[in-house]
């Protein structure tokens, strides 16, 4: 059976719904509004309500199936139910990475299933390029409406589509705030991997990551520029002070870009992304947003 609008469940044409069926983990495909084939898992977790869900967006070159991925979903998972997946380019998912610009499309499409599984709390965390995915998905389908933010996928025009995709509370964790970063030696690395015909070679091979070769046409809206139209979506922006890819400046800079509306977490001897989080800081996440989604 071929795939439905995103956020549907390929093998079926209705999603199981969980007040009625039973609570055990799927693994299923999704399609986005553009038509790429995403890779999807979700565990309901050890809470009886059921009605909160994490969506977790993975860093670049990473997937679902990632021991770091799978160990921060466990952690999440005493909370609520975890909805995890692989974005285009990653793992089993289809299509090419584009490093951050229309995986707010694969995002929206994990975010609607959760909705259609029951879930009416839903907190979308991201790590590295997943958390500068997680910003530019809450403005765009925040309350203030694509019209927030002109350039880079927009959602589909229908409000109900926009309400289905909409997140109730943002953790961004060791996200960039400015695009075309190159002040360190990991980033230097990075650019090297997206932008030449060998690295994408690398990508392919050695990471499992497929590069989209294009360049941005047109360049998205940075991370820090999406900021002010999340509010009033509580956001939380997390990041380690001894983060090789970037430095203190990056989340200083989206926190000030709330203007008073995001909560700025600095965590000591912390470094990037996923791999970094303790299950400490994971369980802080997770109370935090018990709190603040709704």
């Known amino acids: 059976m071929s795939p439905g609008p995103a956020g549907q469940v390929t093998r079926s044409s209705k999603s199981p719904r969980l007040e009625t069926a039973p609570r055990a983990a799927l693994r299923t495909f999704l399609r986005t509004a553009d038509g790429v084939t995403i890779d999807a898992a979700h565990d309901p977790g050890t809470q009886s309500d059921g009605d909160l869900a994490f969506i977790v967006a993975h860093g670049f070159t990473g997937d679902l199936d990632r021991p770091h991925v799978r160990r921060a979903a466990g952690v999440l998972a005493r909370r609520g139910a975890v909805v995890t997946f692989s974005f285009r380019g990653h793992g089993r998912s289809g299509g ?87 002040g360190t030696a990991p980033m230097r690395r990075l650019h090297w991997l997206v932008t030449r015909p060998e690295g994408r070679i690398v990508g392919r091979v050695g990471l499992r990551t497929r590069i989209d070769h294009r360049d941005w046409d047109p360049v998205p809206a940075s991370p820090v520029e999406c900021v002010p139209d999340i509010a009033p979506t509580p956001l939380l922006v997390v990041h380690g002070d001894r983060d090789g890819y970037f430095p203190l400046d990056h989340p200083r800079t989206l926190a000030e870009a709330a203007a008073g509306h995001a909560e700025l977490w600095l965590e000591h001897g912390m470094g990037h992304a996923e791999n970094a989080a303790t299950d400490d800081l994971l369980t802080r996440i997770g109370a935090w947003s018990t709190t603040h989604a709704g």
Do not use: C, N, Q
């Not at 609607?112 to 997680?134: C, D, K, N, P, Y």
């Not at 925040?142 to 943002?170: H, I, M, N, Q």
């Open 96 to 182: 090419r990475s584009t490093v951050g610009d229309r995986e707010v499309l694969d995002l929206a499409a994990a975010v609607a299933w959760a909705r259609e599984l029951g879930h009416t709390r839903i907190v979308t965390v991201g790590f590295s390029m997943g958390g500068s995915v997680v910003l530019r998905h809450a403005a765009l389908y925040g309350e203030k409406g694509p019209g927030a933010v002109t350039d880079g996928p927009l959602p589909g025009p229908e409000d109900e589509g926009r309400a289905r995709a909409r997140t109730d509370a943002v953790v961004s964790v060791s996200a960039p705030a400015r695009w075309y970063y190159r």
